[in-house]
């Protein structure tokens, strides 16, 4: 069983920066890829960043190329986003989850999951 706990969200202006954690409870952390999801409000869950176990192969939704990374301290049984230029409609929950398998854009592929944080960027 993976436990996962997300922080680091909270309000902030538009154009600015926040960074999320996710601490997992698990001994398996290094052979496990993680990923980023958020769920704006009124819409589905999607898909946002996601990482390999050895942060040799990243993804990124379109919508955050360029402004978000996905980075992850193994030592540290943690995986970070960094979100850059946040705007509005990055307003959302956001979700850690956890793979024990290639790093995938899907939720289904995820095995575990944390309750998200909440992020909210005012114009």
């Known amino acids: 069983q993976v436990q996962l706990v997300e922080s680091g969200g909270g309000l902030v202006q538009a154009g600015g920066s926040l960074r999320l954690s996710c601490a997992a409870s698990?001994?398996?952390?290094?052979?496990?890829?993680m990923g980023w999801f958020r769920r704006p409000p009124g819409k589905a869950r999607e898909f946002v960043a996601a990482i390999s176990w050895s942060s040799g192969v990243t993804y990124y939704a379109d919508s955050v190329k360029g402004r978000f990374t996905i980075s992850r301290d193994n030592a540290k049984n943690t995986v970070y986003l960094q979100m850059n230029s946040l705007n509005p409609e990055d307003t959302a929950v956001y979700y850690c989850?956890?793979?024990?398998?290639?790093?995938?854009?899907?939720?289904?592929?995820?095995?575990?999951w944390g309750q998200g944080t909440q992020v909210t960027v005012s114009s």
């Open positions: 989850a956890a793979a024990s398998k290639w790093p995938d854009t899907q939720a289904f592929a995820y095995d575990y």
């Open positions: 698990t001994r398996t952390f290094s052979s496990l890829s």
